[in-house]
């Protein structure tokens, strides 16, 4: 059984930073490409950041570019996002979500999220 499971969140300051974790077991991690996923208060899902199974490649939303880096550690089974220059719009419930390919932004798998609140 897939199970992802997100930590890291927490409430942070303006300018701020974190860095969201997603321990991934049930599957061959290094096999698939895995995205961050978010959900502001009261709008839909947007994808955030993506990187394909070797870590070798990845692409950013343009409302994160230069702030935030994904990355992935396949020895340990883990998905990062390190967010530098929190803003407020960055306030939501962050996903870490599993694509059923070697790179890509399909998605067959999702964690229950961790939040995220920006404010002073």
């Known amino acids: 059984e897939v199970q992802l499971v997100e930590s890291g969140g927490g409430l942070v300051q303006p300018g701020g930073s974190l860095r969201l974790s997603c321990a991934a077991s049930?599957?061959?991690?290094?096999?698939?490409?895995m995205s961050w996923v978010r959900q502001a208060p009261g709008k839909g899902l947007e994808w955030v950041s993506g990187?394909?199974?070797?870590?070798?490649?990845?692409d950013y939303a343009d409302s994160v570019k230069g702030r935030f880096t994904i990355s992935r550690d396949n020895a340990k089974n883990t998905l990062y996002l390190q967010m530098n220059s929190l803003k407020p719009e960055d306030t939501a419930v962050y996903y870490c979500?599993?694509?059923?390919?070697?790179?890509?932004?399909?998605?067959?798998?999702w964690g229950q999220g961790t939040q995220v609140t920006v404010s002073s």
């Open positions: 990187i394909n199974s070797g870590g070798g490649t990845t």
């Open positions: 049930g599957f061959t991690f290094s096999g698939y490409a």
């Open positions: 979500a599993k694509s059923p390919w070697e790179s890509g932004i399909d998605f067959d798998s």
